[in-house]
């Protein structure tokens, strides 16, 4: 089970986080990531992170912006999302992405899904 928290609605250049808690069974050793989706749009992954090895990949738009992170004590993995622009309000979703040992396979082998938490930018 994955549960997403934070969203929000933030002026242009400021700065939110969002939670995503996950059952340990998830969380340990697995690939998580953020998603975002705009409607008619295709969900975009924005940021995965290998909770095992705590390596990290971003999507161009959002590198040097967003940092994703972990918390082993709550099994929460977060996005911390700084300089936000109106291009950033979406749905953010949390998500599982197949795991290949110490890496993460690529956007579109995500396999679960949390509900989404509304992030909107103006």
């Known amino acids: 089970q994955l549960v997403e928290s934070g969203g929000d609605s933030v002026e242009a250049g400021g700065s939110l986080t969002l939670s995503c808690a996950t059952a340990?069974?998830?969380?340990?050793?697995?690939?998580l990531a953020w998603f975002r989706q705009v409607p008619g749009k295709d969900r975009e992954g924005v940021a995965s992170?290998?909770?095992?090895?705590?390596?990290?990949n971003y999507v161009d738009s959002v590198a040097g912006r967003f940092t994703i992170s972990q918390d082993d004590a709550k099994n929460t993995i977060n996005l911390q999302m700084n300089s936000l622009t109106p291009e950033d309000t979406a749905m953010y979703y949390c998500?599982?992405?197949?795991?290949?040992?110490?890496?993460?396979?690529?956007?579109?082998?995500?396999?679960?899904w949390g509900q989404g938490t509304q992030v909107t930018v103006s």
């Open positions: 998500a599982t992405i197949t795991n290949y040992g110490m890496g993460c396979g690529s956007w579109n082998e995500a396999t679960y």
């Open positions: 340990k069974y998830t969380y340990f050793s697995n690939c």
């Open positions: 992170i290998h909770t095992g090895s705590g390596s990290t």
